[in-house]
């Protein structure tokens, strides 16, 4: 198995780390020929604006869209602003899930948090049922999901924070920033269902 | 659980998100526009870029709020200003009109000749320069969340950037070579806390994110400081200053994008119109040198 980090900007290092503790080879994404070998894709935290420009101009909008058809992504904050359909904004996407997103719907800076969720798909990598603490970096919203897509996990009050759709992921908070491995091992069994 | 803000996950975490980007200075929402536009990761709000500063002469200090909203009102990436050195009501201020992260920055004027401000204190986050990896890991005790080298600011004169560089870089190699038992007089000999010298030791790197900052004006520029190792870059007079600033920015972006590979970097470095003019370091009175203020 082989899993690229798209690195066109953001925190794709603190992702191969991860994904390498995990035994699983990883590599760096930031041209389309470099998606050919690949069973799947993870789209770091970063500003989404400039993922935007750089996949435009170096052609990888098309491209990911084709990966995203056939084989599993996981966006992450950035990234799941990425993969969405609908962000409120004039900017590149994805549109690979059918979510709408709010980008930096808690505020500036000053608002971004920690928070421990209740995720109950992690039971299905480890049973003990803990709560997962997530980091939230000036992160955006999932406001809804439609379709296929599901909700994953949500905040006390409600928002949405976590979705999935298939073998697509999305989640407004960095499971990269943390030493806990679950999500990660979540979405490499999303890999694994389309190999 | 309570959600808990301005933890220092959350403060590091947004310096994180802009690695492998490009931090641009700008004085108008216009260009702050055109710094979007062009894929920064960032901007650095403020009245004067550093070449303007050293010309005008005078105080240097933060800039209007008033110019710094308009500025957070036009775009959606994170919005950065500068206070001076130890003036922590400037700080405060700052952290009240909401920018996303506060540089606590030579290129104003200091108001402090000893201390720097006490960032643990904040809720916003700190980016702070140094020149070496005493004054790096100083800033970090203070609290600051993120650390850029200096360089010598508004000069469009890489070669200070690069030797706060390798300066940096060069003696986290040694320190990974050291025996343990040296490590208490490396950290009395840089004035460095002894715990974040053992930990940079066992990371292999400093524990926050650092760019490198202080003379950058070209692609090519941009792409030399990544490959010496640092985590991103920060663009000041080196954009608006130049010919064609949305052109070039562009380009800058994309180099830093694609640092290791020289054929994007020949593509990206044509045809950018003129850099801005620059000041040769070498023949810069010490006097109007401003990386050696910091403490």
């Given at each position: 198995?082989?899993?690229?980090?798209?690195?066109?900007?953001?925190?794709?290092?603190?992702?191969?780390?991860?994904?390498?503790?995990?035994?699983?080879?990883?590599?760096?994404?930031?041209?389309?020929?470099?998606?050919?070998?690949?069973?799947?894709?993870?789209?770091?935290?970063?500003?989404?604006?400039?993922?935007?420009?750089?996949?435009?101009?170096?052609?990888?909008?098309?491209?990911?869209?084709?990966?995203?058809?056939?084989?599993?992504?996981?966006?992450?904050?950035?990234?799941?602003?990425f993969v969405s359909k609908d962000a409120h904004r004039d900017q590149p996407l994805l549109g690979l899930m059918d979510i709408s997103v709010a980008r930096n719907a808690f505020g500036r800076q000053v608002a971004s948090f920690e928070a421990n969720l209740d995720v109950p798909a992690l039971c299905q990598v480890d049973p003990d049922g803990r709560p997962y603490h997530a980091i939230f970096i000036r992160a955006p919203l999932i406001e809804a999901v439609r379709g296929q897509a599901q909700v994953l996990a949500k905040l006390e009050d409600g928002r949405i924070v976590a979705a999935q759709e298939g073998h697509l992921l999305a989640t407004s908070f960095h499971p990269e920033l943390t030493e806990d491995t679950r999500f990660h091992q979540y979405f490499l069994q999303l890999v694994r269902s389309r190999m | 659980m309570e959600e808990q803000t301005g933890t220092f996950a959350v403060k590091k975490g947004l310096a994180q998100m802009l690695k492998g980007g490009v931090i641009?200075?700008?004085?108008?929402?216009?260009?702050?526009?055109?710094?979007?536009?062009?894929?920064?990761?960032?901007?650095?709000?403020?009245?004067?870029?550093?070449?303007?500063?050293?010309?005008?002469?005078?105080?240097?200090?933060?800039?209007?709020?008033?110019?710094?909203?308009?500025?957070?009102?036009t775009v959606s990436i994170p919005v950065m200003a500068k206070c001076r050195i130890g003036h922590f009501v400037e700080a405060q201020i700052l952290e009240a009109i909401g920018v996303d992260y506060i540089d606590e920055s030579e290129v104003l004027t200091p108001a402090d000749e000893a201390h720097h401000i006490n960032k643990h204190a904040f809720k916003v986050p700190f980016v702070c320069g140094c020149r070496n990896l005493g004054e790096a890991l100083r800033r970090l005790g203070e609290g600051a969340a993120m650390i850029r080298t200096k360089g010598e600011a508004g000069t469009g004169d890489v070669v200070e950037a690069v030797r706060h560089a390798r300066s940096v870089l060069g003696e986290i190699r040694r320190l990974q070579n050291m025996p343990e038992e040296e490590l208490m007089a490396f950290a009395k000999e840089n004035g460095a806390p002894y715990?974040?010298?053992?930990?940079?030791?066992?990371?292999?790197?400093?524990?926050?994110?650092?760019?490198?900052?202080?003379?950058?004006?070209?692609?090519?520029?941009?792409?030399?400081?990544?490959?010496?190792?640092?985590?991103?870059?920060?663009?000041?007079?080196?954009?608006?200053?130049s010919g064609d600033p949305a052109h070039r920015a562009a380009a800058i972006v994309k180099a830093v994008t694609h640092y290791n590979d020289p054929y994007i970097l020949a593509e990206v470095s044509r045809n950018l119109g003129a850099p801005m003019v620059g000041r040769n370091i070498s023949t810069m009175p010490e006097s109007e040198r401003i990386s050696d203020r910091g403490w």
């Amino acid at each position: 198995m082989q899993i690229g980090v798209l690195a066109l900007q953001g925190d794709f290092a603190e992702h191969l780390v991860l994904l390498r503790r995990l035994d699983v080879q990883a590599v760096e994404v930031r041209l389309p020929a470099q998606l050919d070998s690949l069973d799947g894709l993870i789209i770091p935290g970063g500003e989404s604006t400039t993922f935007g420009k750089l996949a435009v101009h170096y052609g990888l909008v098309e491209p990911l869209r084709q990966f995203g058809q056939r084989k599993a992504i996981w966006g992450t904050c950035a990234g799941a602003i990425f993969v969405s359909k609908d962000a409120h904004r004039d900017q590149p996407l994805l549109g690979l899930m059918d979510i709408s997103v709010a980008r930096n719907a808690f505020g500036r800076q000053v608002a971004s948090f920690e928070a421990n969720l209740d995720v109950p798909a992690l039971c299905q990598v480890d049973p003990d049922g803990r709560p997962y603490h997530a980091i939230f970096i000036r992160a955006p919203l999932i406001e809804a999901v439609r379709g296929q897509a599901q909700v994953l996990a949500k905040l006390e009050d409600g928002r949405i924070v976590a979705a999935q759709e298939g073998h697509l992921l999305a989640t407004s908070f960095h499971p990269e920033l943390t030493e806990d491995t679950r999500f990660h091992q979540y979405f490499l069994q999303l890999v694994r269902s389309r190999m | 659980m309570e959600e808990q803000t301005g933890t220092f996950a959350v403060k590091k975490g947004l310096a994180q998100m802009l690695k492998g980007g490009v931090i641009m200075d700008v004085v108008t929402a216009e260009h702050a526009r055109i710094a979007e536009d062009a894929g920064a990761v960032a901007v650095m709000a403020l009245e004067r870029v550093p070449a303007d500063i050293r010309a005008d002469g005078g105080v240097a200090r933060m800039s209007d709020p008033e110019l710094i909203l308009k500025i957070m009102d036009t775009v959606s990436i994170p919005v950065m200003a500068k206070c001076r050195i130890g003036h922590f009501v400037e700080a405060q201020i700052l952290e009240a009109i909401g920018v996303d992260y506060i540089d606590e920055s030579e290129v104003l004027t200091p108001a402090d000749e000893a201390h720097h401000i006490n960032k643990h204190a904040f809720k916003v986050p700190f980016v702070c320069g140094c020149r070496n990896l005493g004054e790096a890991l100083r800033r970090l005790g203070e609290g600051a969340a993120m650390i850029r080298t200096k360089g010598e600011a508004g000069t469009g004169d890489v070669v200070e950037a690069v030797r706060h560089a390798r300066s940096v870089l060069g003696e986290i190699r040694r320190l990974q070579n050291m025996p343990e038992e040296e490590l208490m007089a490396f950290a009395k000999e840089n004035g460095a806390p002894y715990e974040l010298v053992v930990e940079t030791r066992k990371l292999g790197r400093m524990p926050v994110v650092n760019f490198a900052a202080g003379g950058v004006a070209t692609p090519a520029d941009a792409a030399l400081m990544m490959q010496l190792g640092v985590d991103g870059v920060f663009v000041g007079s080196g954009i608006f200053k130049s010919g064609d600033p949305a052109h070039r920015a562009a380009a800058i972006v994309k180099a830093v994008t694609h640092y290791n590979d020289p054929y994007i970097l020949a593509e990206v470095s044509r045809n950018l119109g003129a850099p801005m003019v620059g000041r040769n370091i070498s023949t810069m009175p010490e006097s109007e040198r401003i990386s050696d203020r910091g403490w």
